[in-house]
């Protein structure tokens, strides 16, 4: 059964303090996926890992993907209140087959 | 510019009523994709499709169809059978490829909501 987990699934920060989303994934996979989702809003590309041991960094966000573990990370660095929104991974399966985690929902507190 | 579409943004359907909600895209993608989003909660995969003339079932299927006979376009039915139609619908496109770098483009979604 093709399974993505998210943990925390919902996330309460201070700006200025640094955290991490998990995303473990069940099933051997094409690539990985992190996208922010604003209210009400559709959904944003911010990383596509392909390999193991892929590192993206976009600003405060860093995102890795460990192949082996089934697990990607999505790092916050020195959290800023724009970038309260919900986070989802989504894992790609036999190439075209697209499964979402539950999403993280992310509120940073001055 | 190219970009994926979906119309319409907001919808509202009478209890007994089919609705179709529509996808386009511009972008040459072979693989689409209809998500189901209730509040607070993640996407839920309805329908995929592969190529042409070609869908298959996700999670959520019951109580929904699909067609694909262009590329560019797969529209949704929302069908009197699915009981609890209310939610926020996305589409997203990606391009199929043996390895690379390649992302899903999602639509803005449609809001549908039953009176």
């Known amino acids: 059964e093709l399974k993505v987990e998210q943990n925390p699934l919902f996330l309460s920060m201070q700006e200025g303090k640094n955290y991490t989303i998990y995303c473990n994934y069940s099933t051997t996979s094409d690539r990985l996926y992190w996208y922010r989702q604003d209210p009400g809003k559709s959904l944003e590309s911010l990383f596509v890992?392909?390999?193991?041991?892929a590192v993206k960094q976009e600003g405060r966000l860093m995102a890795s993907l460990d192949t082996k573990a089934r697990l990607s990370t999505l790092h916050i660095t020195a959290a800023v209140h724009d970038l309260s929104a919900t986070y989802f991974c989504?894992?790609?399966?036999?190439?075209?087959?697209?499964?979402f985690g539950a999403g993280t929902r992310l509120t940073v507190k001055p | 510019d190219g970009g994926i579409t979906q119309s319409p943004k907001y919808l509202f359907r009478k209890e007994g009523q089919n609705v179709t909600l529509s996808c386009e895209q511009n972008?040459?993608?072979?693989?689409m994709y209809w998500y189901r989003q209730d509040p607070g909660q993640g996407l839920r995969l309805i329908y995929y499709?592969?190529?042409?003339?070609?869908?298959q079932k996700g999670d959520i299927a019951e109580g929904y169809s699909v067609s694909r006979e262009k590329k560019e376009s797969f529209p949704l039915t929302v069908t009197s059978a699915q009981k609890n139609p209310t939610a926020f619908y996305l589409c997203?496109?990606?391009?199929?490829?043996?390895?690379?770098?390649?992302?899903?483009?999602f639509g803005q979604g449609t809001r549908l909501t039953v009176v």
């Open positions: 499709s592969q190529i042409v003339n070609d869908f």
């Open positions: 997203a496109s990606s391009r199929i490829l043996d390895r690379g770098n390649t992302e899903a483009f």
């Open positions: 989504a894992v790609l399966y036999n190439n075209n087959d697209m499964r």
């Open positions: 890992l392909l390999s193991n041991g």
């Open positions: 972008l040459n993608h072979d693989a």
